[in-house]
DNA sequence: CACAATTATTAGACAAGGCTAAAAATATGT
DNA sequence: ACATATTTTTAGCCTTGTCTAATAATTGTG
């Protein structure tokens, strides 16, 4: 995945943030539904097929109607930016300006959208070229490239195992707090205790400290990896 | 000079900008023209008109036709504020990313407009409460005071007189690169040696270095102070 | 002081990016 | 399979911020 060819390229702040809500649908459903975009940005589904349109004329995209949009390779090298300016600059807040990890998404937000190639590179290197974010997310390298991490959910964990959480997927603000009210965090570790087949709950005794209990709803959306 | 009552206010980019350069105009001129500040902006004067009946409905400035416009209380807490937000971010850029002090106002126009009060003031901290940007233009604090340097042009000296380089006013790219050039930059020290009358230069020789002459156009914009 | 030059405003157009309402295409349930 | 529900697109309108061209006010000069 390269990122060159894609400096000349001048995209307003609307374009941009329509095409990474495409980028982090299709990671996520395999697709990019016109409704689902239009949720994401808090715009309508019409403004949406507009937006679209306009992207599929720049080349950025391919929009099949009535089905949903595919980055091409060029915007799939401006979404993997865009992630890599927002993943920065969260490390950067959590770091360096001491922000919780669950309140620099907004600021990230914004941040993101500051052209200057230069900038990056450098606020990476300052950062001493962190391969992950605070929320334990991977943070593309200046080729697009992305370090992977062999993780699985914790919900997918039996009793007895030990894992580590090293991401959380789904970060809302509401899940953030919740993980922070009870003392977990990127590079916890857990023992599974017990796992209660009629709702999917499951019992966990974090390394120091008591055993708590996790709803289905939470344990979907830690990442862990064996510990 | 308070910068309360601004928080609630959502301002566009434009908006900003606007407010920024009236009052950037103000304190250099004494006023603020529709063409002047049509020229900072790279717009036409009209679109200007148009924007400075806005900002008046607001209640962020004084509009006399014919006349100019001069910020109420309100709009210059806002340019305050963005003044505050783009020397804080210069000083990020120069001491801690290693950026020149002469490529880094392009980009901090960019993040002056990321509006978030906690990361502002998490900044100023960060960067130990600096009362000085690189380029030696004072950072007004959290409430909108300035820290004043008594200071007066370069041009203003006369032979034999010892002087510090504290600020460079009307900072153009060119400018700052022709200092550069020099080894000239805050905090250098300089004897005056002669002054020529016919055209206003004047000789100068760094405490480390030989003489050189300074045209008056660039002594005007070197503000110093005693030394 | 009168008239030219400069500066500012008004009027009307346009592109971007959003909206609503209605139509069209696709998906679903019995 | 067919009617209904859902999703997506189209059509038309609105606001913001810009422009050009024409007009009006102010300033400068012989």
Redesign the pocket.
């Known amino acids: 995945m390269y990122l060159r060819g894609v400096k000349e390229l001048s995209l ?1 702040r ?2 941009e ?1 329509h095409i990474k809500a495409i980028h982090t649908l299709t990671r996520r459903d395999g697709r990019a ?4 975009i ?1 949720e994401r940005l ?13 992207l599929a004329e720049k080349r950025l995209l391919k ?1 099949e ?4 949009a595919k980055l091409t390779l060029k915007g799939e090298a401006v979404a993997l930016q865009l992630v890599r300016r927002h993943r920065l600059w969260e490390t950067f807040l959590v770091d360096r300006l001491g922000f919780g990890w669950d309140e620099v998404h907004e600021v990230a937000e914004q941040m993101e959208h500051v052209a200057s190639e230069k900038l990056v590179d450098k606020l990476e290197a300052y950062l001493g070229h962190p391969h992950f974010d605070p929320h334990g997310d991977p943070i593309p390298d200046k080729h697009g490239r992305i370090r992977q991490r062999k993780t699985k959910s914790l919900d997918s964990c039996g009793p007895g195992e030990s894992v580590r959480i090293v991401a959380v997927s789904e970060t809302t603000d509401g899940l953030l707090r919740l993980l922070d009210s009870k003392g977990l965090r990127i590079g916890t570790t857990l023992v599974v205790q017990e796992v209660h087949a009629f709702d999917g709950s499951m019992d966990v005794k974090p390394k120091s400290g008591s055993a708590f209990s996790l709803s289905k709803d939470v344990s979907d959306h830690l990442q862990v990896e064996p510990s």
């Open positions: 307003t609307s374009e943030d539904a016109t409704n689902a239009s808090s715009t309508k589904a019409s403004s949406v097929t507009d937006m679209l349109k306009k929009h109607p009535y089905y949903g």
